[in-house]
């Protein structure tokens, strides 16, 4: 069975949201910089795609990929952790809706961890040689996808302490 450490963080997050109000959630400081719910969508948004590529793998049916791990991947899966660097997004930042409700997040959060549940359970028995590509790590397996979910929303860990901060500075908090 994979670490918990990726269902630990989307509890975390489902967690933390109880904290926000909708305003807080929705507060820009700046309209280049994410609000924490555009945040919180994003995390849901990749936990999702990330389990589509784990099924994905579960569901190959030609056969092995050849592929493997760029230099990147393989940094990442040793350290266990997603590089130290602000990604830009080829979509604007607006691009990220605010939320509408709370509601909606927690749903969001719900349903990534009621899917990861059920994947930590079975991850490991996907042949590890169904690969789907990243566009940076190179070709991941079912559980290294899964791990990826963790690693990816510990990432952006960061940004949300950040934003909480914005929040005091802006007297939201």
Known sequence: MPKPDTLTVIEQY???????TLEQLRYKSEENVWSVGQMFHHVIGVAEEYLGYIRA???AT???Q???KS???TRVFEEKMWPNVRVKLEEPVNATRNPESKDELAAGFEHILKDLKDWAARVQEVHPAYKV???WFGWLNAL???ELVGMHSRHHLRQKAEL????VEAGLR
Do not use: N
């Open 66 to 68: 050849p592929g493997s």
């Open 57 to 59: 793998c579960a569901s």
């Open 133 to 135: 590509q990243h566009g």
């Open 144 to 146: 290294e996808w899964f």
């Open 14 to 20: 489902q967690s933390s949201l109880k904290e926000y």
């Open 71 to 73: 230099a990147d991947g």
């Open 62 to 64: 030609g056969g092995e």
């Open 164 to 167: 909480d901060q914005r929040l």
